[in-house]
């Protein structure tokens, strides 16, 4: 397993930009799979994107795409999620996990590391 820590959540206006990070430390960072979830109140943990440092693949929730980028330095083993134009239904605390392989999936089963969570709260 991998220890993360995410950075970066806040308080933003509708149609505003946030930048999460989460850095990781542990020697097997670059050959796992890196994705981000979130959860809303009152709901169930969702997807929102996930990536692949080998193929450099990419997939995001269709909630999100267009919107949000993922992307990821091997070396400063960091992973960031660049989120534009968000909307209040974006409120959430949004979780980085490290895959358990290095394909990237939407299959939350498929990570085993996950970080505390950053608070992103979105008004309108």
């Known amino acids: 397993q991998v220890q993360l820590v995410e950075t970066g959540g806040g308080l933003v206006q509708a149609g505003d930009s946030l930048r999460l990070s989460c850095t990781a430390s542990g020697r097997t960072f670059g050959s796992r799979a890196m994705g981000w979830f979130r959860r809303a109140p009152g709901k169930e943990r969702e997807f929102v994107t996930s990536f692949s440092f080998s193929t450099r693949m990419t997939y995001y929730a269709d909630s999100v795409k267009g919107r949000f980028t993922i992307s990821g330095d091997s070396a400063k083993k960091t992973v960031w999620l660049q989120m534009n134009s968000l909307k209040p239904e974006d409120t959430a605390v949004y979780y980085c996990?490290?895959?358990?392989?290095?394909?990237?999936?939407?299959?939350?089963?498929?990570?085993?590391?996950w970080g505390q969570g950053t608070q992103v709260t979105v008004s309108s």
């Open positions: 996990a490290a895959g358990r392989a290095g394909v990237a999936t939407p299959t939350a089963a498929e990570y085993d590391s």
